[in-house]
């Protein structure tokens, strides 16, 4: 038995690595259902697909684009798909086994998943973007589908791209399967609730990670490292609470303000091309300088392996909320757990997006949609419940939130490939 694949080779803070480093740590907390724990650290199934398109000049471009099921032990796979020049199988792997022990930790019927393209969307027409979402989504046509496997947005990915997703494999099945994707506009089967279920699901977990820690979210300073879907929303919800956004990072550079970021003007600012950075009321300082603001509370919601063992010496935060997946390296986290720094882990603290994403597949299933208000109360129920479960198991066995939530969802993931059996 052995957990080396051929096909990636990880080091210890590469995506699949820091996610095999999480795993080990699980282990001896999984009683008589650790012999089947080499299951976690293999893909069910991993598809490499090229995805050529006929560029608006006339050239022909080809891009190469990925899906991953790590695991389908306990439902479907579900999980975004990426569109960035970075992404590699190994990325989009490390993705995928984070949705397994997501979707598990918050006990929604589903496996995890993943897909990813390697290509800067931002340097493509409209009409490019379209064709490398429409190619791609036929070439994975063989493993997605409402009952396999149900896509849904990531970074530099949307609504509309999901509504050509389903588009294009209803097209191909010859009929509408509006259950395929999730993140559709609203119009297309898509749930209210949706967009800002991700930086909602942050809010909750660190509001009540606050509580526990006896920080009064009245004034808190928080810093937020990716200001997309997940950091703005996740900001804009702290600052209602009463907290000061004192430093954004995105693409563009760093902006701090230590009287607090007016969100009104640096929300729409981050959307144009200048970025965060075009804002006017704050300084823009080096990126580096970002992880030794002084601030309470530090969110990280951009990419992987942003919290290195050197930032995590620098931070001045005593609380993390991981929006992004796999943002801490494992020697980072240590750190952390030793400097005394809570971290609520990105598998429950962002679960908030695919919590919703199963509301809007099962509203989809149903042709019966539900109003925001009775969405949200669900979510926040759901999200509470797990993290208490979770906290509970920490505190027993006197492990970090990470490890708590890996023994809580893994558990719940190989008694289910226990009880199902090996076929044949
Ligand atoms: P997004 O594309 O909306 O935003 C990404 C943000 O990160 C942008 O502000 C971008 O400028 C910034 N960014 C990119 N590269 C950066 C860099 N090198 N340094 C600093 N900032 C950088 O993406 P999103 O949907 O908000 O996703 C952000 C993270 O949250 C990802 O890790 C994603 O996997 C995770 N996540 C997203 C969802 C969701 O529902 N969208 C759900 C769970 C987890």
Known sequence: MSSVLSYVQPTANSPWGTYLSQVDRVIPYLGDLARWAETLKRPKRALIVDVPIEMDDGSIAHFEGYRVQHNLSRGPGKGGVRFHPDVTLEEVMALSAWMTVKTAAVNLPYGGAKGGIRVDPKKLSLKELEKVTRRYTSEIGIIIGPHSDI????????????????????????????????????????????????????????????????????????????????????????????????????????????????????????????????????????????????????????????????????????????????????????????????????????????????????????????????????????????????????????ITLRTATYAVACERILMARQERGLYP
Not at 179 to 192: A, E, I, W
Not at 257 to 279: I, Q
Request: charged share 20%; net charge negative.
């Open 151 to 398: 896509p849904a947005p990531d970074v530099n990915t949307n609504a509309q791209i999901m509504a050509w997703m389903m588009d294009t494999y209803s097209m191909n099945v010859g009929g509408t399967a509006t259950g395929v994707v999730t993140g559709k506009p609203l119009h297309l089967g898509g749930s209210l609730g949706r967009v800002k279920a991700t930086g909602r699901g942050v809010f909750v977990t660190g509001r009540e990670a606050a509580r526990r820690l006896g920080l009064d979210l009245r004034g808190a300073r928080i810093a937020v490292q990716g200001f997309g879907n997940v950091g703005s929303v996740a900001a804009e919800l702290f600052a209602e609470a009463g907290a000061k956004i004192v430093a954004v990072q995105d693409h563009t550079g760093t902006i701090v303000n230590e009287n607090g970021l007016d969100l009104a003007g640096l929300v729409p600012a981050s959307r144009t091309d200048g970025g965060a950075v075009s804002f006017k009321g704050g300084d823009v300082v080096d990126n580096e300088a970002f992880w030794e603001v002084a601030c309470d509370i530090l969110i990280p919601a951009a990419l992987e392996g942003q919290i290195t063992a050197e930032r995590a010496q620098k931070t001045k935060a005593k609380l993390v909320l991981e929006g992004a997946n796999g943002p801490t390296v494992p020697s980072a986290d240590d750190i952390l757990a030793e400097r005394g720094v809570l971290v609520v882990p990105d598998v429950i603290c962002n679960a908030g997006g695919v919590t919703v994403s199963y509301f809007e597949w099962v509203q989809d299933f149903s042709s019966f949609f539900w109003d925001e208000d009775e969405i949200n109360v669900r979510l926040d129920r759901i999200m509470m419940n797990a993290l208490n479960n979770i906290w509970d198991t920490a505190d027993k066995h006197k």
